[in-house]
Nanobody, 132 residues
Framework: VQLVESGGGSVQIGGSLILSCTSS????????IGWFRQAPGKEREGVAC?????????YYSNSVKGRFTISSDSAKNTVYLRMNNLEPEDTAVYFC?????????????????????????WGQGTQVSVSS
């Protein structure tokens, strides 16, 4: 299983970025993939997650709801995170993750189950920096 993030960068307040998480090594269409972030000195935070099957169910944390949009493209085995109206508080390293053995279902508890999973898989992270 491999997850590779891309698309991070530096933007000004109010700017936008699109992160990509390209995956391999598991059944993409029957999984839940999510985005986490970790800022310096802060705990890792679950941001958004999506069911990649026909259900397409999504979940967002309150801190990004209305500004971020998660989507998936099964033809490319890729999950995207579109981030609009970025704020300095969004500055962090962003990771995508999944647990193919027991995918679960998008919701607030999903992030905890991925973090605790023995067979959880993570990308290497991509840096997002928002400045004034």
């Amino acid at each position: 299983v491999q997850l590779v993030e891309s698309g991070g960068g530096s933007v000004q307040i109010g700017g936008s970025l699109i992160l990509s998480c390209t995956s391999s090594g598991f059944t993409f269409d029957d999984s839940v993939i999510g985005w986490f972030r970790q800022a310096p000195g802060k705990e890792r935070e679950g941001v958004a997650c999506i069911s990649t099957n026909d259900d397409g169910h999504v979940y967002y944390s309150n801190s990004v709801k209305g500004r971020f949009t998660i989507s998936s493209d099964s033809a490319k085995n890729t999950v995207y995170l579109r981030m609009n109206n970025l704020e300095p508080e969004d500055t962090a390293v962003y990771f995508c993750a999944t647990k193919p053995l027991y995918p679960g279902y998008p919701g607030p508890m999903w992030f905890d189950t991925v973090a605790a999973a023995v067979a959880g898989y993570w990308g290497q992270g991509t840096q997002v920096s928002v400045s004034s």
